[in-house]
């Protein structure tokens, strides 16, 4: 689900949010690794907000998305239990793209709301920086341009087609059929400006994830507003000192 559209007040608000912190978008393909990326970088006590888990949140039974969704697409899509059949609901916008404009119209709003607010509280936290687990970052233009960095989790076409066949159980010819439905990735990795090359085994993987870690934790991107913030305070309580000095005698 692409997260575009980010002219949006509450992108705009994260945005200026951001300078304090900097924002990290981290994409991939279908099973090119992005999970045990992210893993690696929880274990070294990153912060990773995952657009997924958002997504499925805001579509929980009874939330305002959820209750949209069944107004405009009939009970039909939902499973005995009341919850949302999200794979019904994906093979009904798949070939329906008016469809699909009007779920993400009704999705993307409370997940953006959900992002910005994990964003802020990881800032109040203290984080310097946030990655941004997010499935379709580098379809959508609008929502890169909010990031410090952009991370692409690649793997090679080949190795792709065999781990999404181990993993899911696929036919090859149903794996190709998925995997066409998505920018390959290799049109992805001029978009990126740091590569995992997830190709090999999963100590080449950690190295390079490691890598990526040094250079996020080295990063200075959020220095010179922090800067800005200490100068600007220290100078307006100078301020206020000077001016109750001068009126309290
Ligand atoms: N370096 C590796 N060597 C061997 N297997 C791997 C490696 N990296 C990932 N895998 C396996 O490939 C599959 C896909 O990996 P993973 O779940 O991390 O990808 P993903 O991009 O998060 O997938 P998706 O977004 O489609 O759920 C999993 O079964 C995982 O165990």
């Known amino acids: 689900m692409s997260l575009s559209n980010t002219d949006n007040p509450v992108?705009?608000?994260?945005?200026?949010?951001?300078?304090?912190?900097?924002?990290?978008?981290?994409?991939g393909g279908i099973a090119s690794g992005k999970s045990t990326?992210?893993?690696?970088?929880?274990?070294m006590g990153c912060a990773v907000i995952d657009a997924d888990v958002?997504?499925?949140?805001?579509?929980?039974?009874g939330t305002p998305a959820y209750n949209q969704i069944v107004y405009h697409f009939g009970e039909e899509v939902l499973l005995q239990n009341g919850e949302l059949d999200r794979e019904k609901l994906g093979?009904?916008?798949?070939?329906d793209p008016e469809k699909?404009?009007?779920?993400?119209?009704?999705?993307?709003?409370?997940?953006?709301?959900?992002?910005?607010?994990?964003?802020?509280?990881?800032f109040f936290l203290g984080y310097r920086y946030v990655i941004l687990d997010i499935p379709l970052l580098f379809e959508s233009r609008n929502t890169t341009r909010y990031m410090k960095h952009t991370v692409l989790v690649y793997c090679d076409p080949q190795t792709q087609v065999e781990r999404l066949i181990r993993r899911s159980g696929l036919s090859r010819d149903d794996t190709m059929k998925r995997l066409a439905s998505q920018l390959p990735l290799d049109s992805k990795l001029p978009l990126a400006d740091h590569v995992i090359n997830n190709s090999g085994d999963r100590d080449s993987t950690r190295?390079?994830?490691?890598?990526?870690?040094?250079?996020?934790?080295?990063?200075?991107?959020?220095?010179?507003?922090?800067v800005a913030a200490v100068t600007l305070t220290t100078g307006l309580l100078a301020l206020m000192w000077t001016l109750f000095r001068r009126f309290w005698h």
């Open 11 to 27: 992108f705009q608000l994260a945005r200026s949010a951001n300078p304090a912190m900097f924002l990290v978008g981290l994409s």
């Open 37 to 43: 990326v992210v893993s690696i970088l929880r274990e």
């Open 54 to 61: 958002l997504a499925r949140q805001v579509v929980q039974r």
């Open 91 to 95: 093979s009904i916008i798949f070939s």
């Open 100 to 122: 699909r404009g009007l779920l993400n119209s009704i999705t993307h709003p409370p997940i953006r709301r959900g992002m910005l607010r994990e964003t802020l509280w990881y």
């Open 207 to 226: 190295r390079q994830v490691l890598q990526l870690y040094a250079r996020l934790e080295t990063s200075l991107s959020y220095l010179p507003v922090r």
